[in-house]
């Protein structure tokens, strides 16, 4: 190119493309590239059919399995051995004729099968009957059903010797919706799905863009890192609504629960939520190169929310020095806040203190994302 050309085309209008035929003019404002990222995010979904299974049908299976699994029902039998020898035959009349007769199964054996049986399971309880007509226990103490079966046992034959109840009592087993333990697990399991959705559905897509080297084309647009970002974690906010009321509905009409808060405060919670931890996957993905480090990265983020943020259990069973590192994670924070709102009605504004964490991680997550954030 000469210098007349140079000039010619330096001092040329721009020119403007037209739109072709049929398709709409590009957006314009503020959003607008913000609204398309969205727009995109949500198609590349349907290309990816492993999304519904793990994002809709795995927590509903997770639910189903251990409902069923941790159902109301009777009391299980308790199995014990009794030593042979003097006064076996009389210890087990004894316990046959009692009131606990039909939830105590007893076999009578020599001592190094019923000791075999208590090492390996098979027995809850051996009792070694003496020849002044006491009896020994051996059971695990280590073992909550071996521990149940000597209170019963003792019991039997307590009363069987004519030992008496002084204060008179009565038993009222408590089955009602809202005190069993499916009623403590479907939030358990909205709040950790939400915390899977947004850590991987999110850190897990953007380094697969950057893998690609997809991210490398956003560069040359006029496109905010901010907007970007933005766009990914706003993603997860409509399937949120969807992975929320699957659960809630499922847990009404499989197991009853009832929902006693306002189902507005639960879906806000799901949002905040949502937005939290898609903060903290865009943190966890902000550098990472690999599909296999961002697979480490995000495990070792989930991984103590896993075991501490009662998913599954109380984390109330830990020791009182660490409740306050629990209490501070974000995901114990949701569980708390929905199981507040769902179980016991609890409005928006008792959660002031555990939305609070959840913000806090989020807003400070999505803040050092936008700063850290790598395009290669």
């Known amino acids: 190119m ?38 995109a995010r949500m198609k590349e979904l349907k290309r990816e059919p492993e999304v519904i299974f793990w994002v809709f049908a795995f927590p509903l299976l997770l639910a189903l399995g251990l409902g069923i699994a941790f159902r109301n029902k009777p009391a299980e039998a308790t199995s014990i051995a009794i030593v042979q020898g003097p006064g076996a035959p009389d210890v087990a009349s004894m316990i046959q004729q009692s009131r606990h007769s039909a939830f105590i199964h007893v076999q009578l054996l020599d001592r190094e099968a019923a000791l075999k049986g208590l090492r390996l399971g098979k027995f809850d ?8 007509g006491g009896v020994e226990y051996r059971y695990d103490s280590a073992r909550p059903e071996s521990v149940l079966s000597h209170a019963e046992v003792d019991d039997a034959l307590q009363t069987a010797a004519g030992r008496k109840d002084v204060v008179p009592t009565s038993i009222v087993t408590s089955s009602e919706p809202g005190s069993r333990y499916i009623d403590f697990l479907i939030p358990g399991l909205i709040g950790m799905n ?12 953007l380094v697969d863009m950057r893998q690609r080297k997809l991210l490398k084309r956003f560069v040359a647009t006029p496109m905010r890192r901010s907007d970007f970002l933005l766009a990914l974690m706003s993603s997860r906010f409509v399937l949120m609504f969807v992975e929320v009321g699957l659960l809630l509905i499922f847990g009404v009409l499989f197991f009853h629960m009832r929902v006693l808060g306002s189902v507005a405060t ?19 993905a902000s550098r990472a190169q690999k599909i296999e480090s961002i697979s480490g990265l995000i495990n070792v983020v989930m991984m103590p929310m896993w075991i501490f943020s009662g998913v599954f259990f109380s ?16 995901l114990t924070a949701l569980n708390d806040a929905l199981r507040a709102t769902i179980l016991e009605g609890a409005s928006l504004a008792s959660q002031s203190g555990r939305l609070a964490v959840l913000l806090l991680w ?15």
């Open 2 to 39: 000469n210098e007349h050309s140079a000039s010619l085309t330096k001092d040329a209008p721009p020119v403007i493309s037209e739109p072709r035929p049929g398709t709409a003019p590009p957006a314009t404002g503020r959003w607008s590239g913000y609204w398309h990222l969205l727009v």
């Open 125 to 132: 309880l051996v009792v070694v009957p003496d020849s002044h």
């Open 194 to 205: 939400l915390m899977n959705s947004g850590m991987w559905g999110i850190g897990f897509a």
């Open 266 to 284: 639960i879906l806000l919670l799901g949002a905040i939520g949502s937005a939290t931890f898609g903060g903290l996957g865009l943190l966890t």
């Open 315 to 330: 984390y109330e069973r830990f020791p009182a020095i660490i409740q306050p590192f629990i209490k501070a994670l974000p």
């Open 362 to 376: 989020g807003g400070i997550s999505f803040a050092l994302a936008v700063r850290w954030f790598r395009w290669t």
